[in-house]
């Protein structure tokens, strides 16, 4: 077969009976898009999660009574340091602060600004604060969520926190935290810790928790148990376990998601087998007519192949395009919120554009193979027959 | 075999299964049909004579018996060389025309070409030939959808000369037609005779009786050749 000839009437073929392609191609489509768009934010909260947690300590030790969280003694820390193979303690002061109106809470963050600290993106934003100017009033640095949901309510410049002791507490907005860093600072007031314990309601020998480094990564095991044995309500927790449960709850999101893409993508399938199997469809005759006209059945079968691979590679290349579109530069409406969960302030996270080759390969079988085996598996079964009997 | 024989057809059974029922379609037709020979084959529907030449195309596979062509057993050879065989050798008029509705006239005719491997010019240069042969080529760029009966079975004619065939198929060609398209159609085979095709016709049409050219009638009742 003349190559030039061959796509010539591919071409033709294609041209003429594009209604009949179009409905394929847009329903290939939306169905790429989905899958897609499910893969794209599953692997970009993959890669923001693994670049959080780069820079997260990678233990937090804090104290638990009755399976109940109560505040660690800060005194831990100095017992920390004393193990060999720790490096860089932290206390940290954090807690849920509820702003009572609507039900809403922040996480307000206590850190000791004049410590070396082991978040790395708060380091430089701490770096780049003008701690002088920041000590001399309350201050603080809030996340953008945060930033925003009280600006809505008229709180600009400072907000007014009720203590524990029944006093207000007013802490003014100092900067607002890099976007990059929303995925766990959109909800974030970040404050000295002094300030944060009042807020929360922190005696001075008391914290959340304190995180601590191991840089050898082969004795993290033992340290779990090293640690572990210091005090019998003392529990610890390494950045894999963290990044572990991160994992499984977008990994279950994402799941859902492509039971569902499966579902759809097994009735689409089965739509365009029964299409292309019907006993008196046009298809049928086609085939048949071109076996008449002197086609062998490999010329039919490459025809097909080819026409179908035509179709599958626009759709796919279309899909992939227009939600890397919607994923990278609309950032996913209606989608993120599934992912991001019914957040507790509007999250403007950003994707992080992430496209893993694997990820495209696996887009690409789960959707071409069942999409040829649908169409070719007919179209061999009536080329196989004598061309008579297709025609009828 | 003669030298200048060109279908030959022996013994040849073709029995249909139907509901656990045999039904004999064809019975032991002996046909010897030289070069250039004008042969029709008459009778009533149901006579078998489709089925005959549906086997002679090699569209469809003998019950018993065979079908040479040049030689050639077409319905023992594989499907690459019987495709082949059909695309050289053979050209079918059909009776409901079977054009792709949605492909113009020329690119209808263009349709048996593709395999060929033959260049694009070359097909166009063959292409423009047999429209001209079949008086349609002023039609050329129109719709097959939007042709009237005859000007579609002129366009079949048109694809079946197009790779130049020694032999031409028609199924009863002038059912679909009127008088006028008919007589028509016929001159346009007397001009295929003259240019040496071998020709069999299957039909019941009586116009085919008394050709203007030198033709055989083959009468053919209840499947067998009388």
Redesign the interface.
Known sequence: ??T???W??LT?QLF??RSKHLSVIVISILILFLLSSVLFISSSIRYSLEETLKVQPDFVVSRVQGGIAVPTPMVWGDELLDIYGVSKVNPRVYGRYFFEAKERSFLVVGVDFLEEQSHKTLQKLIDQTDIKSFFNNNQMLVGEGVKRYLAERFYKDAYNFLTPNGTFEKVNIFKTLPSQSNLIGNDMMVMPIDLARKIIGYSEDEVTDITFNVPNPDEWNMMTDKVSALHYDLHVVNKNDVQKSYENLYNYKGGLFLILFLVLLGTFTLILYQRYSMVYSSEQ??IG???????????VLKFKFTETVVIVFVSYILGIFIAYVYVFALGAPLLREVFLGAQNLQNNLNFVPVLDFSVLTSIFLIYALPFMAAVLIPVWRVSVT????S?L | MSTNTMIQIENLYRTFHHGGNEVPVLKDINLNIAQGECVVLKGVSGSGKTTLL?LI?G???PSAGKVLIEGEPISKLP??FA??L???K?G?IFQHF?L?E??SVS?NV???????????KE?HEKVDEALKVANIIHKQEVLASRLSGGEKQRTAIA?ALV?DPNIILCDEPTANLDRDNSLLFIDILGELHHMGKTIVIATHDPLFDNLSFESTVVPMVDGKIV
């Open positions: 077969m003349n030039n000839a061959f010539h009437f033709l003429k009976e005759r086609h007519l071109l076996r008449a006209l002197g086609w062998s059945i490999n010329d004598d061309p008579k009997e025609m | 549906s195309a569209l469809d596979k499907d690459l495709s082949e059909r695309a050289k053979i079918m079977n792709f949605h492909l690119e263009t349709v048996p070409l593709i395999p060929s491997g033959l260049k694009m097909i694809r790779a």
